[in-house]
């Protein structure tokens, strides 16, 4: 047996700005175990629901995570409209899928950057956040904020988008998407790419299941698991067909990502050509009794947010798993046997969002 | 696939104006809708403190007897909550950040005129 050497990965890395700390055990310089460590940057939100109501909690699930924010707050409101068994009216549901969809369009924008970054790529990072920066301009002008949106609220939404400006928004997705498409070209066809990615960070369909991965990292392994086709919002409305690939490795999940972006596109049209018109929000009096598991599908992954409430302002009970945690063990099984090289590239194609997962 | 795949995209940015702005010089214009920095027309609020218990973060601070309305603007996430509970809509967001701040703590007070102060009770 050759040598053991541990060599510590993370909490700071150049290729990885989150805290995730990893001890790498190589022979020579194969991984043969990775161990993970989390726990840097803990905030309690879950306690806070001690001091903060449950209308301002929207406000905390929002600020979970500074990607996703918007669906975080959606998941957040669902789970506490169901409890008090409230009916969003359908244009708040429209505007939500609108809002979710481009939210996840920048997500997996901003992760393309990051994974040709984190692969030596630079020229393709900056041209991919070129592309998101439009995006954010979007968002800025219908929601007030680049990335905290701030308009998921439980009853409804917060702000309204005026069907004028959603027909003119609509003409430049539509630049946008021509852009991105040139881009996810990049990622599909070119060699250093390939050389990069494919054959690395092998996670089997019997694996992937087993070890519960969620998102793009389990779709990337051939499963069709989404869970926007449980019907939430105006999903249901909408015809879409969860992205698969079947490669298994970090090239299948980059292209389940490239895939998803085009895939967002055409569902914000959709909506956008069906979205009613009426309120966006209803009353909501009283406060939450009861239990909720809702489950929302993130750029990332499954969400889970579990809400307990009895019959006070405050919620008795809050819980958050977000898919970062589900994707840590599939993440340590991909490390095992490769090159240390690769580490950076294979930690990266799962999304890894830490702040995410100390919640 | 070609290894020119990436070069389309290139001559285009080569032959195009910068994506970047020459920040300092030129800046961003914000949107209608961006949410800055909290504003209050002192003169219409009635100190009725609804603003202070919809507030998320406990940034704001009325003082109903004094006649002051203070804001703390590192505490302050501009969600605008406030903004929606206001009976008198005398709040309103900005569409500019709040400048910087140089000193923790130091919160920016406002005092409604009509309302002796404290500082005119003491003399």
């Given amino acids: ?18 805290p995730i700390h990893l001890d790498l055990v190589l022979e020579d310089e194969k991984v043969v175990q990775a161990i993970p460590s989390i726990g840097f940057i803990h905030r309690g939100l879950e306690k806070l629901v001690e001091k903060k109501d449950f209308l301002e909690m929207t406000y905390v699930a929002e600020r979970i995570c500074g990607i996703c924010s918007f669906i975080h707050g959606q998941a957040y409101c669902q789970a ?34 990051l994974f040709a970054d984190g692969f030596g790529f630079e020229s393709l990072f900056m041209h991919s956040w070129r592309v998101r920066e439009k995006l954010l301009d979007i968002i800025e002008e219908t929601t007030g904020g680049r990335v905290i949106f701030g308009t998921a609220k439980v009853g409804g939404v917060r702000r309204d988008i005026e069907n004028l400006t959603l027909k003119r928004i609509e003409g430049e997705l ?76 970090c090239y299948a999940r980059c292209m389940v990502r490239c895939r998803e972006v085009h895939e967002s596109f055409s569902m914000i049209y959709q909506a956008i050509a069906k979205i009613p018109d009426g309120p966006v929000d209803v009353k909501v009096t009283g406060a939450p009794s009861g239990e909720y598991f ?51 590239v294979i930690v990266l194609s799962i999304d890894p969002c830490i702040s995410c997962t100390e919640r | ?42 003169e219409k609020c009635i100190l009725c403190g609804i603003c202070q218990k919809r507030c998320p973060t406990d940034a704001i601070i009325v003082t109903k007897a004094a006649g002051d309305w203070q804001i703390n603007r590192l505490r302050c996430i501009s969600c605008g909550a406030c903004v ?40």
């Fill in chain 1, 294 to 344: 809702a489950r929302v599908e993130q750029p990332r992954g499954e969400v889970i947010y579990y809400v307990k409430g009895n019959g006070s302002k405050n919620l008795e009970r809050f819980r958050v798993r977000t898919p970062t945690f589900a994707n840590v063990p599939p993440l340590v099984k991909m490390l095992g046997g490769c090159e240390l090289a690769d580490v950076p």
């Fill in chain 1, 1 to 18: 047996m050759a040598t053991r050497t541990v060599v510590p990965f993370g909490p700071q890395h150049p290729v990885l700005p989150e």
């Fill in chain 1, 80 to 113: 506490v409209e169901t409890v008090m068994k409230i009916d969003v009216p359908e244009r708040a549901l429209y505007l939500r899928t609108i809002w979710g969809e481009m939210s996840r369009i920048h997500s997996h924008l901003l992760w393309l950057g």
């Fill in chain 1, 174 to 249: 539509k630049t946008i998407e021509k852009m991105s498409r040139e881009m996810t070209d990049v990622f599909k066809n070119d060699a250093s790419v390939k050389r990069r990615t494919v054959g690395i960070g092998v996670l089997s369909k019997e694996d992937a299941i087993a070890l519960g991965a969620v998102g793009p990292t389990l779709r990337g392994s051939g499963v069709a698991q989404d869970m926007r086709k449980l019907g939430y919002a105006a999903y249901p409305n909408i015809s879409w067909e969860p992205v698969v690939e079947t490669g298994c490795d």
């Fill in chain 2, 1 to 42: 696939m070609s290894p020119l795949s990436f070069a389309k995209v290139i001559s285009r940015s080569v032959l195009s104006r910068p994506a970047t702005r020459l920040y300092p010089f030129e800046k961003r214009p914000f949107f209608k809708a961006t949410r800055g920095a909290v504003a209050i027309e002192i």
């Fill in chain 2, 84 to 123: 929606d509970a206001c009976p008198k809509k005398c709040l309103r967001l900005e569409n500019a950040y709040s400048p910087a701040v140089v000193q923790k703590g130091a919160d920016d007070k406002f005092h409604q005129p009509s309302k002796p102060g404290m500082g005119e009770t003491q003399a």
